[in-house]
């Protein structure tokens, strides 16, 4: 197979009409974070044993059909010596892996961040294809105040996506490119709005001018939410929003929107990702979750080797309302069922 071919069948691989994208990627000060909600150290050990349950979920291949892992977890195996990568494909769920090095100041502003990690990319990315990495996943934050983000931040975010969307195709891996605007604040919705239409256009602009290939990478951006300290929204008026934007500033050519959740409760973003579905556009538009997902599982899970089993139902339970609300068929009902 050449590149393109490469990219293409990743993308079959990945894109249908009723699974989505768990986000298992949290690097370590992260996961630290959430094992902490659970009073869990965070030891290589309990991360391997946490990772390996969400991947050794059974029948978790039928609602999810990528995984993004932070680079420890592609150098890890199951208790009986698989690798994690290889336990995901066995359910065909492809692996991918979380490329950038996190976030620091952008020098020029005032309150914008820049994501580091383009340094030694190709070559980091040739040691992730040979573990089993068949796409990645690069982050840009862009938080919401009066003056933010400025029009430095919007440029020289999208500039670093694109290259890194670039050099990920250049060397046949699917690219997720993941401009997320943050819901911390007090803004309205419709100023999230104005927010993420900059953004987007600013990242598409970037990436048609390093030559990205749209058809052949994932686009995960936030939902047009309210800030988290304004009044809520209800969710029409959020997936109205949502996809406005998304029709003016997303080519059809990209097959498919996953969505981050951002903050938002597992039923709030299931829902949420119900009502834009029943809207629906030219492109997939599914799931990348990573707390909405994870949240009732490590609560379920608790550390404890007992509560495997609770945590894997928590997990599928999550995994297939998400997937009846990427099809819009999902009811809140179901919730209790
Ligand atoms: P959340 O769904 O928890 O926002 O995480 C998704 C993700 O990968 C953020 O980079």
Known sequence: MNTSQRLQQTIN????????????????????????TINLESTEENRRAYR??????????????????FEETLGQKNAVGTLLAEVAWNQKIVPGIKVDKGTEKLVGSSGDLITKGLDGLADRLITYIE??????????????????PTQLSLHANAEKLA??????????????????VLMDGDHDIDRCEEVTEQVLYAVFKALLQYGVTLEHMILKPNMVLP???????????????????FRRAVPAAVPSINFLSGGQSPEEATVNLNTINQIGGPWQLSISYGRALQQ??????????????????????????NSLARQGHYKPNLETD
């Open 13 to 36: 691989d990945m894109v249908d009409d009723h699974r989505g994208i768990l986000a298992a990627d949290e690097s370590e000060p992260t996961i630290k974070k959430r094992f902490a």
């Open 52 to 69: 390996s349950l969400l991947l050794e979920t059974p029948g978790l291949g039928d609602f999810i059909s990528g995984v993004i892992l």
């Open 131 to 148: 573990k089993g990495a068949r796409f990645a996943k690069w982050r840009e934050v862009y938080s919401i105040t009066a003056t933010n």
């Open 163 to 180: 290259h890194y969307a670039a050099t990920c195709q250049e060397l046949g891996v699917v690219p997720i490119v993941e401009p997320e």
């Open 227 to 245: 800030g988290k300290d304004c009044r809520t929204a209800d969710p029409d008026e959020i997936a109205e929003a949502t996809i406005r934007v």
């Open 296 to 321: 009732p599982v490590l609560k379920a899970w608790q550390g404890n080797i007992e509560n495997i089993e609770a945590a894997e139902i928590a997990l599928l339970k999550r995994a297939r309302l």
